[in-house]
């Protein structure tokens, strides 16, 4: 939430909108097993999937 190493707030629009681009399922993949510098599970390994792809939906879900 805080835009640590360039991650997208949540709310901002115009930062998600070329990752929405790619789809859900992306979204959920880069969250659940990390993506350039953002770890797998943002870190938090004991996180169940479902766990995250909800974080994500939340993060999400003021710019839909």
Do not use: C
């Amino acid at each position: 939430m805080t835009g640590a190493a360039g991650a997208p707030k949540r709310g901002d629009a115009d930062a998600w909108a070329p990752r929405q681009e790619k789809g859900i399922d992306t979204l959920y993949d880069h969250a659940i097993n990390g993506f350039q510098a953002m770890p797998p599970k943002g870190g938090q390994v004991s996180l169940s999937d479902d766990d995250v792809k909800a974080a994500v939906d939340y993060m999400l879900e003021p710019t839909l």
